[in-house]
């Protein structure tokens, strides 16, 4: 049994029965405002339920019955326009999908020219003058569930884009302006600005938002080939908007990520044309060409070498847009790259058009010019390329990375094809180019230059060498090759012949000609062996090289670089710290690899350093664990010293690794640099005035600067215990392979001195005194172990004492008792006191309580 039809419906049923039948046009105004009320808040007022439901179920039956009707004498049934007035604001002020599909309708629908078609015509002229196209966008922005919405979603898309030519189709000469694709195309354009402000300001709110709908009909539009009429709006005017706002570029980023494959390309090239520097283009694209594979294609691959439509200002948008970010960077070095072994290729250069050839050479120049001088600098510190161009003077070397070197060979390879081509433009692109990369990568070396008319093309060529202006944390380019070449040569052209050779040398003999004494000799005095393996980047690729890694060079890189890297990713050395100690721990050397044992150690002191308290106590716990070597014990206790004189020393909350010889006792760099006279400060006239007093006193002797140490928290006191209990726990309970008291009082000296050390960088930290059993044992060896401990001990308390539990001792009665006397002495010495606390008070007496007790008043 079907249900009751609801209030709603009973309603409309009657009002289109009205409509269709009656031809008064009082019945007709009051049925049409009785139906108006579920739009409006008109009276008496519909619930919100009825109202939902009318939109969803009943609006379009409705405005396809008064579509039907329309005619001139049904609008005439009222006086004064009150009849089509009220007839136009049901498709005005209803849900706007709706509305513009049965506007579309009718006007694709109708025969011919006619009455209803203009009427219709200047009413959705009308619906697009009042911005309802932007409120359609917005309800198709919202997040949708209803059934049968991605169906609708494709219908308005394709009727939104495609609304001039269904216009123009259906209005022939009649046409209105509204409709032109010139005109319309930018109202759209600037529909789109607002449905995008709508969506910032619904995330403010804190309401979802989705932007699909517009990036659909934005790549539409485009590859209907209206780049230029909607992004030449659309373009500046989000340029503007993403300027000072941060949630704007998101959403702009989010606008292009979500147009379709089949788009991205019209999309990205109308956004290069358009986009007015490579700020404004990085500011609209975000990161696109590295999430977006198809993006990545059209901006590193097609624009640059299947086309040549972008000029030159264009290209430096692009490649300046790869040159801004330190994830886009790599892909203008790959760009560069493929960039050089096209312009390098024979066959290219046989079968390429010289608009082509210009296009590469001009992207080549642009992305020399991106490179930063710390790039190059990192690169000349290579291997050696010797430069040799048949016919232009003596063989040039140059060093670069194995990258740079790749470069180069393409570079060279075609300078050479183009300096055989009959073509004079063709040839003059090979000098140029030849001139700049060498002047770029190489230039302290010796200058090249070529002899060519100069005329537009190679002075543009040449200003596009020049560094572009940074912008947005972009790196500074290399040297200028404009100064370069201003500067007048060291010979006049007059002297030099046949591509740099002096005629003096030419009017030599054969055997002068032959001669290579004239050649200056390469400094060879910084060479480096080059390495096959590059360097690990992360902590976590060192741990992986040094223990599974079979390479050689990639394990004596990995342990090379370990110490910095440690210093430089505090955060991800804490999270495999412990693991990280144990394989350096355990570490054996595979090769002969200079300095290892240096290396090893100072990479344990820098993880030490770094999670002080977890590996302290995974140190100490491995020192009385069995099956370790004596070798490795001492390395324990050698690591806690250095690690914990680090941690104690004031200033240094952070280190550079170290770069010379394995040291212990490296001192570190104060953090603030002393500022040299002349360098900019503050203009205080004290500093003034004491400056011109110093520069004109004569004094007879002047001692170097003094200054105290700066004064810091000690990082070592909050973790001194795990360092320091821990060993003193089990010292005197024998191993199965490891026994202190016993045979093994090489290690427990070495314990000793440790905890003495500790001591001492422990100033003012709450420490047990040891010794109390050692000074007691049967044998002088074991006893005078325990000796070197007093001495650090002592000062760190300035005047050291370890009383027993009844008195003061003179200050290191007890340890020189202990290592000069026997057993019976040293017993009645220490008076079987119990163990002692001391407590380190620098520039006093320490005090010494028992353990277990309280402290007197």
Not at 787 to 806: E, F, K, Q, Y
Request: aromatic share 6%; proline share 7%; charged share 20%.
């Amino acid at each position: 049994m079907e249900p009751a039809p609801s209030d709603v419906r009973l309603a409309v049923r009657e009002a289109i029965h009205a409509l269709s039948s009656s031809e008064d046009g009082g019945h007709i105004f009051c049925t049409l405002e009785s139906l108006k009320r579920y739009l409006g808040d008109m009276e008496p007022p519909a619930l919100p339920r009825e109202k939902e439901e009318f939109a969803s179920a009943h609006f379009s039956p409705v405005l396809r019955c008064l579509a039907s009707r329309l005619s001139p004498a049904w609008l005439e049934l009222l006086p004064d326009g009150r009849l089509e007035e009220l007839w136009a604001s049901f498709f005005l002020e209803g849900p706007a999908d709706q509305a513009f599909l049965v506007l579309m309708e009718t006007i694709e629908g109708a025969a011919g020219l006619s009455f209803r078609l203009m009427k219709m015509a200047r009413l959705l002229a009308r619906f697009l003058r009042e911005g309802r196209l932007a409120v359609l966008m917005e309800a198709q922005c919202r997040q949708q569930t209803q059934p049968g919405f991605i169906l609708l979603r494709e219908t308005l898309l394709g009727k939104v884009v495609a609304l001039p030519d269904h216009l123009g189709n259906r209005l022939q000469q009649e046409n209105l302006d509204e409709f032109f694709p010139q005109n319309y195309f930018r109202l759209l354009s600037e529909e789109v600005v607002r449905v995008l402000q709508a969506v910032v300001d619904s995330l403010q709110g804190g309401l979802d938002s989705s932007v699909s709908f517009v990036s659909q009909v934005l790549g539409k539009a485009c590859v209907h080939g209206r780049q230029q009429e909607i992004l030449g709006v659309l373009v500046p005017r989000l340029a503007a908007l993403t300027q000072g706002s941060y949630l704007h570029q998101r959403v702009c980023w989010r606008l292009v990520e979500q147009v379709p494959d089949r788009a991205m390309e019209a999309v990205l090239t109308g956004l290069v044309e358009a986009a007015q520097g490579p700020e404004v283009l990085s500011r609209l694209l975000g990161n696109l060409v590295v999430k977006n594979k198809k993006a990545q294609f059209v901006m590193t691959r097609k624009l640059l070498f299947l086309q040549s439509r972008l000029t030159t200002p264009m290209l430096q948008s692009l490649l300046g847009h790869l040159a801004m970010d330190s994830q886009r960077r790599p892909l203008l070095l790959q760009v560069l790259k493929e960039l050089l072994e096209t312009w390098g290729s024979s066959s290219a250069i046989r079968h390429t058009p010289l608009p082509q050839q210009r296009h590469v050479s001009k992207a080549v120049l642009i992305c020399l010019a991106h490179l930063g001088e710390p790039e190059l600098r990192d690169s000349r510190d290579g291997e050696q390329v010797v430069w040799a161009l048949p016919g232009f003077g003596r063989p040039e070397v140059l060093r670069a990375c194995p990258m740079l070197a790749e470069l180069l060979a393409s570079m060279m390879a075609g300078v050479k094809c183009r300096l055989d081509s009959s073509l004079p433009p063709v040839r003059r692109l090979g000098m140029i180019v030849a001139e700049v990369v060498s002047a770029r990568i190489h230039p302290e070396g010796p200058t090249l230059k070529f002899q060519y008319e100069e005329d537009e093309l190679s002075l543009e060529l040449l200003a596009l060498a020049s560094p572009q202006p940074a912008g947005d944390g972009a790196s500074e380019a290399g040297t200028s090759l404009a100064p370069a070449m201003a500067e007048p040569p060291a010979e006049t052209p007059a002297e030099i012949v046949d591509g740099g050779v002096p005629q003096a040398q030419l009017a030599g003999s054969d055997s002068e000609l032959d001669s290579d004494d004239e050649f200056v000799p390469y400094d060879m005095s910084g060479d480096r062996e080059l390495q096959s393996s590059k360097a690990p980047a992360y902590v976590r690729d060192c741990m992986e090289a040094l223990t599974t890694s079979e390479d050689v060079e990639r394990w004596e890189a990995a342990l090379r670089a370990l110490e910095g890297l440690v210093y430089r990713s505090p955060t991800a050395t804490r999270e495999v710290s412990v693991e990280l100690a144990k394989v350096l721990l355990h570490l054996e050397e595979k090769t002969c690899v200079v300095g290892f044992a240096g290396l090893r150690q100072r990479a344990l002191v820098a993880v030490t350093v770094t999670d002080p308290a977890r590996v302290a106590d995974y140190l100490t716990s491995q020192f009385y664990t069995l099956n370790y070597s004596l070798r490795q014990r001492m390395d324990i206790l050698d690591v806690l010293t250095l690690a914990a004189q680090e941690l104690s020393r004031p200033g240094c909350l952070g280190r550079t690794p170290q770069t010379g010889s394995p040291s212990s006792n490296t001192q570190c760099l104060p953090e603030a640099a002393v500022s040299q006279p002349g360098s900019a400060v503050a203009s205080d006239w004290r500093v003034v005035v004491e400056e011109r007093i110093r520069s004109k006193t004569r004094r007879l002797s002047k001692g170097g600067p003094r200054q105290g140490p700066a004064g810091s928290p000690s990082r070592f006191s909050s973790v001194a215990g795990h360092f320091f209990f821990p060993l003193l726990q089990r010292f005197d309970r024998p191993l199965v392979t490891f026994d202190l008291l016993g045979e093994d009082q090489l290690v427990l000296g070495r314990l000793t001195h440790t905890l003495g050390a500790l001591m001492c960088l422990a100033v003012n930290t709450m420490l047990r005194a040891p010794g109390a059993a050692v000074s007691r044992h049967l044998r002088p060896a074991q006893r005078a172990c325990c000796t070197p401990a007093g001495g650090p001990a002592g000062r760190a308390a300035g005047s050291p004492v370890l009383a027993g539990g009844r008195g003061r001792a003179r200050p290191g009665r007890g340890l020189q008792d202990a290592g000069t006397e026997g057993p019976a002495a040293s017993a009645e010495t220490q008076e079987q006191a119990p163990p002692t606390c001391v407590s380190l008070v620098p520039g006093g007496l320490p005090r010494t309580t028992p353990a277990g007790s309280k402290e007197g008043g």
